[in-house]
């Protein structure tokens, strides 16, 4: 592989987002082009280094040799022409999960921040869970990210960072003709008997699950069996509707028809939220996230924990200030 003197980086991202997505119609979806001229560029890349970058067969798409050899270093300028362009003002959009559209901390938080960096771009996406979105961020097709932390593969921590924004009181979904909708709080040992569902069987939401799963132990509450994974707020509360278990929240939940929304007591069990990136990742963006996670903790006292708050040891470690 010969080194060109000039190598226009528009190429290096065609290159980068193919190896990421190994398919190149998801990987043209993806940079909002075409397929075909995605496939020149790619072309054209390979014939300026002298080298074949991708095997592609009918059914695949893999990297040669030449072509591992030469991400990190195309990921690394790629990185480098995003730093000069933030540095004048020029930022990309950031990209940030908030992982569904009802849940507060991530929307006030990203609302914040905002308004301290009003000339970027600051776009909300929703991949539903910590887990799920975390893929997203090692593959460079998210920027940041809400959800418990601790709670995620090790494998997956590597590539990431984190800074705690909230201990999120937990609570319940009842039925409105529920025997328990009529308490105010409902204490945990309220629910012994109890089939809860906690995401199970979702595999963009196991570090929530796991959680529940914690919390339950020992309370003689079961976690609900995973039901079919319903997309959109519709969808999940004509589910839910249907099986009429109780559902493992956190305060803020939106309401949903026909149900309440309790806050679980005795203990104070504990949702942690940190703000979630890729390692690594310079953006005037981020900065703003983390300065506007910090000031609304602080103004809202998110990290205090309350009196009587439950977290599992893992996570108060991860927490900790």
């Not at 893999?62 to 790629?78: C, K, M, N, Q, S």
């Not at 890729?278 to 983390?290: E, F, I, T």
Request: charged share 25%; aromatic share 6%; proline share 9%.
């Amino acid at each position: 592989m010969s080194a060109p003197r000039h190598l226009d980086p528009r190429l290096l991202r065609a290159f980068v987002t193919v190896a990421e997505e190994l398919h190149f119609t998801r990987a043209a979806a993806r940079l909002y082009v075409a397929q075909q001229a995605l496939s020149r560029d790619v072309r054209r890349l390979e014939r300026e280094l002298g080298a074949e970058l991708f095997l592609r067969t009918t059914r695949q798409v893999t990297l040669t040799a030449d072509g591992e050899r030469l991400l990190p270093h195309a990921r690394r300028v790629l990185q480098a022409q995003d730093d000069l362009l933030a540095a004048f003002g020029q930022a990309r959009p950031l990209l940030v999960d908030l992982n569904s559209p009802g849940l507060v901390t991530g929307r006030r938080v990203l609302h914040r921040a905002r308004e301290l960096v009003p000339e970027l771009e600051l776009m909300a996406r929703y991949e539903s869970g910590l887990t799920g979105a975390a893929g997203e961020l090692l593959a460079g097709r998210l920027d940041a990210s809400f959800g418990r932390y601790a709670g995620l593969d090790p494998a997956l921590r590597a590539g990431l960072d984190q800074q705690p924004v909230r201990y999120e009181p937990m609570a319940v979904v009842l039925p409105e003709d529920h025997p328990l909708a009529a308490l105010e709080a409902v204490p945990l040992a309220a629910l012994a008997g109890e089939t809860v569902y906690a995401g199970a069987g979702n595999p963009r939401t196991p570090e929530w699950t796991d959680l529940a799963r914690r919390l339950f132990e020992g309370h003689g509450i079961e976690t609900a069996p995973p039901l079919p994974l319903a997309v959109g707020d519709e969808e999940f509360r004509r589910i839910i509707g249907k099986t009429r278990n109780p559902v493992l929240a956190v305060v803020d939940f939106p309401a949903m028809p026909a149900s309440v929304v309790r806050p679980l007591v005795d203990p104070v069990p504990l949702s942690p939220v940190s703000l979630v990136w890729r390692r690594g990742l310079a953006h005037p963006g981020l900065d703003a996230l983390r300065r506007a996670a910090a000031r609304l903790a602080t103004e809202e006292g998110w990290l205090v924990k309350p009196a009587g708050g439950w977290i599992p040891a893992m996570d108060a470690e991860v927490m900790a200030p």
